[in-house]
């Protein structure tokens, strides 16, 4: 027997009020007397009421719910930022539907096209380290759809945009580097075509001017954050005729697995080889010697990005100033960057 959908109809009709009188009581509304407010509430959840977000949504043209798109699940930095979205977005009542682009351009494009057409009423997408081409993203901006792009971010697209302070971030890790008597220190880069790898690498080469430490092109190699191709740098930079005696890199999951490489070809960490990171992966604060990294407020990232969108979801498209959030990062310092006494 299919079981009966409470609904406004019943908590009216047991209270003996009007269906608008709990409508009100159910939203918070202020004209209604604490003490029905009290009734209703109490009722509503005796019975199980469940709003009908649907009903809702045609009323409000709203589906009060938000899409989110992130690159990939495989290190915890995306799922912070999921939560601090979510906790943003459920007081404020929304629910949450959340796509992973595995890194992959045309699954992002499919995402941003399944989430619109699933009727959410906004998103917020890191991008791939494919992306290039942003004609998807540019679609939501000519239907008025409200985007927020966060940590991975474009320069063409003038939207509300949250990120991290990444060129000071690794200028601070590199000053450190180099402070500690690290004179040959090598970056593992990301992907050219994201911002964040050029951030990052700027920062880096701005630290070796400061000090007037030489720049060697031969230090620098991209590559594209497949953890397993991590091998292929590493090994490259411990075969030159001058290795590096420090290894900057664009995140901690390069960071960690450069760290298991030189460990596992004997190579001394620090005395032989400082490593810093990246993005406080909590895996930093496991691995023998601990990590030095650059910790980033990863949940106040998600929690930001979400009041942005809700900032601009009841704006008028056209008359809405999109922001751009810088969040300050902060230079952890650990074993792996530290000789014994230093």
């Given at each position: 027997?299919?079981?009966?959908?409470?609904?406004?109809?019943?908590?009216?009709?047991?209270?003996?009020?009007?269906?608008?009188?709990?409508?009100?009581?159910?939203?918070?509304?202020?004209?209604?007397n604490k003490e029905t407010k009290k009734?209703?509430?109490?009722?509503?959840?005796?019975?199980?009421?469940?709003?009908?977000?649907?009903?809702?949504?045609l009323v409000r043209s709203k589906s009060y719910t938000l899409g989110i798109i992130v690159p990939e699940f495989v290190n915890p930095f995306f799922p912070?930022?999921?939560?601090?979205?979510?906790?943003?977005?459920?007081?404020?009542?929304?629910?949450?539907?959340?796509?992973?682009?595995?890194?992959?351009?045309?699954?992002?494009?499919?995402?941003?096209?399944?989430?619109?057409?699933?009727?959410?009423?906004?998103?917020?997408?890191?991008?791939?380290?494919?992306?290039?081409?942003?004609?998807?993203?540019?679609?939501?901006?000519?239907?008025?759809?409200?985007?927020?792009?966060?940590?991975?971010?474009?320069?063409?697209?003038?939207?509300?945009?949250?990120?991290?302070?990444?060129?000071?971030?690794?200028?601070?890790?590199?000053?450190?580097?180099?402070?500690t008597g690290r004179r040959r220190i090598a970056h593992l880069a990301g992907p050219e075509t994201l911002l964040i790898s050029r951030n990052r690498l700027n920062g880096y080469l701005d630290a070796l001017r400061t000090y007037n430490q030489p720049i060697d092109d031969q230090l620098i190699l991209h590559y594209d954050l497949t953890r397993e191709h991590a091998r292929v740098p590493v090994n490259h930079l411990l075969y030159l005729p001058h290795p590096p005696d420090a290894l900057f890199a664009i995140n901690d999951p390069t960071a960690i697995e450069a760290m298991l490489i030189l460990k596992s070809r004997g190579v001394r960490i620090p005395e032989e080889v400082a490593v810093v990171g990246f993005s406080d992966?909590?895996?930093?604060?496991?691995?023998?010697?601990?990590?030095?990294?650059?910790?980033?407020?990863?949940?106040?990232?998600?929690?930001?990005?979400?009041?942005?969108?809700?900032?601009?979801?009841?704006?008028?498209?056209?008359?809405?100033v999109p922001e751009t959030r810088v969040l300050k990062t902060k230079l952890l310092i650990r074993e792996s960057s530290l000789k014994k006494g230093g």
């Open positions: 027997m299919k079981k009966h959908q409470i609904t406004i109809v019943d908590i009216a009709r047991q209270l003996n009020l009007s269906k608008s009188t709990v409508s009100r009581a159910l939203t918070g509304h202020p004209n209604v009734a209703v509430l109490e009722l509503a959840t005796q019975l199980d009421y469940q709003r009908n977000m649907l009903a809702l949504s912070s930022v999921i939560i601090g979205a979510q906790g943003v977005m459920g007081a404020a009542g929304y629910n949450v539907m959340v796509c992973q682009s595995n890194e992959s351009y045309s699954t992002e494009v499919t995402n941003t096209k399944a989430l619109v057409s699933g009727r959410v009423d906004g998103l917020l997408v890191s991008i791939t380290k494919e992306t290039t081409d942003f004609e998807h993203l540019k679609f939501l901006q000519r239907k008025g759809i409200p985007l927020v792009l966060f940590n991975r971010v474009s320069e063409e697209m003038a939207v509300s945009k949250v990120v991290v302070d990444d060129y000071e971030g690794a200028f601070r890790a590199v000053e450190h580097l180099i402070l992966d909590p895996v930093s604060l496991i691995i023998e010697p601990n990590l030095t990294t650059v910790a980033q407020p990863v949940t106040e990232m998600g929690q930001v990005a979400a009041q942005l969108f809700l900032d601009q979801v009841d704006e008028d498209p056209g008359a809405y």
